[in-house]
Every structure is written in structure tokens, then in C-alpha cells.
């Protein structure tokens, strides 16, 4: 056998991806053999790229926009996340070379929070998630999975979030909101999640006031460049428990590594402060 385990992550642009850092800082925490390589690929390039990494003995690979929907046809099986999320952020291949496509998302934002927010009760109230794209999926997934009452659903764009909460099979439980009502819909929630690149470094801040959030309301978000996004700090100046976006970048990728590299690995603050410096 060979104990030289290969993964890497697929996507374009990857150059700044911290998940080679991420792989790799765990690879050698844990005494382990192998490496994960960032491997730039266009869309043309896709199927070529994967038969190398089989050809090559690859044990999976992560991957990232703009592949997460059409690797989906190239894999052998979806794992019951994906099917429902209908996105593929992780691949094992297996000694005969197939591929199974899984979805860590959901996990990663999960953990995130447990970690973040220990004491919070995702049954104790309605989640507002902000946009309406393929990270929106894998949280309103992973909120219906943890039992959330009920999740109003607004993006700029209405009727993605239409459509987005009819195609789920839990529809009664997912409210799409029209963004300029978003405010009024705040009263009620325990948990507020922006989903959508606005606050990000080099993008205008989330368009959104927070005074009618109850004071114990939870806010995230999944921005994690800066750490402290503006919709983090309005919810902090409120005086309500913030979750930054860091963790579930983190949290995300301990399945996939376990999948590779059979250890379960631990996120801690020395790696928060290697992958935020
Ligand atoms: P991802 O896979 O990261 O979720 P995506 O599928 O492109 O990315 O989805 C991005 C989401 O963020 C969309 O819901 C988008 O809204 P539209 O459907 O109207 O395009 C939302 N979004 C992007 N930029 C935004 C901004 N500046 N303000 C509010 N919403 C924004």
C-alpha cells in the first residue's frame, strides 16, 4: 500500500485558497504522510484533471467554484448530502477508482456555531438566511436537518429564493422573504445567517439594519476576509452574540481530511491564527 496520501483541492481561481495550508498544517500535526496541492483547473479541463489525480493515485480531492455543481455528473455516487444539496465540495476516490461525491458544508456551518456558540438552541426560533445561492443550500439544509421551526429565506433576487425553497420537500418550512421586507422580518428570529459576499474585502457592506433583532438572536456570517465583517460588528454594538464566517472554513474540511487521511482532526487556535494571518 501506499502510505503517501495525495488530495488537493480543484477549483479557479485557487491560488488563494487556505486549504492547502489548512490540509496540510493537519498532515503534519498528526504525523502523517502525504500532501494537498492546489490544482487550478477551468471548466474545459475538469475531466482531464480528475482522470490524472486517478491515474495518479489521488485518495479525493476538495472542490470549489466553478466546478461544485458539474463534478456531480463525473462522480460515481452522491452521498445523501449532496444529493440533497445538490452540490459536491468533497471526493473520495476509492482502489478501484470511484468516485464519491459528498458535501461538507452543511457540517462545517454546524460545527461552527456548536463550537461558537455552545449554548445555542437551533430549535428555539425562526433563522433568517440572507441570499439565496449554492451556500445558502448547504446551511438551509443543515438548519432544517437541526431542526429549525421555520426559515425565512430573502435574496436580492426573490425569486431564487422561490425557487430555492420550493424545491425543498420541507417547503412549509421555509418562507421566501422579498429583500426590502428583510427588516420587518427580523422580529422574530433566533438566528440571522448572511450567505451572500457582501461585506467581503473589496465588496460593499451587507445592506441590512439590525435594531427590530431581539437582543439574544444569534448573528453569522460566512465572510470570514475580514474575520470582524460591518454586519458582525452592528450585531455586536446591538449587544447580540456574533459567530465569525472563520470557523466553518475550518470545520468544513475535518470530514474530507478524516475521508483521506482517516483521522479526524481538531480545529484549534493555533490554526484559527494561522489561517487568519
Ligand atoms: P455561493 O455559492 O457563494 O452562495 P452564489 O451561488 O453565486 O455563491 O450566490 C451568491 C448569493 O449572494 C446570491 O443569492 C446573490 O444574490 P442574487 O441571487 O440576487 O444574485 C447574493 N449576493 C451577491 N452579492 C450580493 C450583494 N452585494 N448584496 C446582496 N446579495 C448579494
Redesign the pocket.
Known sequence: MNNNIKAGLIGHPVGHSKSPLIHNYWIKKYGLKGNYQAIDTLPDALEDTISRLKDEGFAGFNIT?PH?QSVMRLCDKLDETATRIK?VNTVRIDENGHLTGMNTDAFGFIQNIKQHAPGFDFTSGPAIV????????AIVFALLKEGAPQILLT???FE??QALAQETLTYERIEPVP?QEKESALKEVSLLVN?????MAG??P??IELENLPPSALVHD?VYAPMMTELLEKGERLGNPVVTGIGMLLHQARPAFAEWFGVMPDVTPELEEKVLS
Open positions: 467554484v461544485k452540490a440572507l441570499g439565496a445561492g449554492g451556500a445558502a443550500r435574496n436580492r433576487t431564487k429564493a429583500w450567505t451572500t459576499p457582501a461585506g465588496m460593499p451587507l445592506d460566512i
